[in-house]
T-cell receptor, first 118, second 119 residues
């Protein structure tokens, strides 16, 4: 079974600064997907960024980028130019690449509560 | 992006009653739907996976007789919490994915969640 660990229950950053959220995972699979999801107070899960394990290039989506270290099983999220709207719970998630005829569910970390200081 | 709705958004019920939560994909056909449970300030835990027209696959530790899942159409899945008790109080979130192809990326689209409170 796969596990996802987020060791930072809470992080705080000044508006316009950069913050990095950590995530490590454990798996015996060689191919998989990794995700960062944002959950604002509305509780709606929002996909922030996705990384395919077979791609060496780190994924980037505007101000959001990841540092994917496959050998170390590490997948951190960097948020640049932090904005007040970035305040939320951030969850790291894992999904197997190979699905038996359908999609696979996600394994989530415990989340990091990100606070943006104005 | 694709839209997934859940109904109701909030429900309060008495202990011993059953509660049904609906999850609908509004603008795409969802061959697979997932049900997650989230305790306050906790992570999401996958409860079960349902493929349209098939029986749901439950995760270890989830009582299938307690949490009945039906995925009768490509746009609707229901979760029924039977004989609910206070410990079943939680936030239930569904997600939906389209496509069955292996090796393809089937993005999951999440519903807004349902808060269940059992008195």
């Amino acid at each position: 079974a796969q596990t996802v660990t987020q060791s930072q229950p809470e992080m705080s950053v000044q508006e316009a600064e950069t913050v990095t959220l950590s995530c490590t995972y454990d798996t015996s699979e060689s191919d998989y997907y990794l995700f960062w999801y944002k959950q604002p107070p509305s509780r709606q899960m929002i996909l922030v960024i996705r990384q395919e394990a077979y791609k060496q290039q780190n994924a980037t989506e505007n101000r959001f980028s990841v540092n994917f270290q496959k050998a170390a099983k590490s997948f951190s999220l960097k948020i640049s130019d932090s904005q007040l709207g970035d305040a939320a719970m951030y969850f790291c998630a894992y999904r197997s690449l190979y699905s038996g005829g359908g999609a696979d569910g996600l394994t989530f970390g415990k989340g990091t509560h990100l606070i943006i200081q104005p | 992006g694709a839209v997934v709705s859940q109904h109701p958004s909030r429900v309060i019920c008495k202990s011993g009653t059953s509660v049904k939560i609906e999850c609908r994909s509004l603008d795409f056909q969802a061959t697979t739907m997932f049900w997650y449970r989230q305790f306050p300030k906790k992570s999401l835990m996958l409860m079960a996976t349902s493929n349209e027209g098939s029986k749901a696959t439950y995760e270890q530790g989830v009582e299938k007789d307690k949490f009945l899942i039906n995925h009768a159409s490509l746009t609707l899945s229901t979760l029924t919490v039977t004989s609910a008790h206070p410990e079943d109080s939680s936030f239930y979130i569904c997600s939906a994915a389209s496509g069955r192809a292996r090796l393809s990326y089937n993005e999951q689209f999440f519903g807004p969640g349902t808060r269940l409170t059992v008195l």
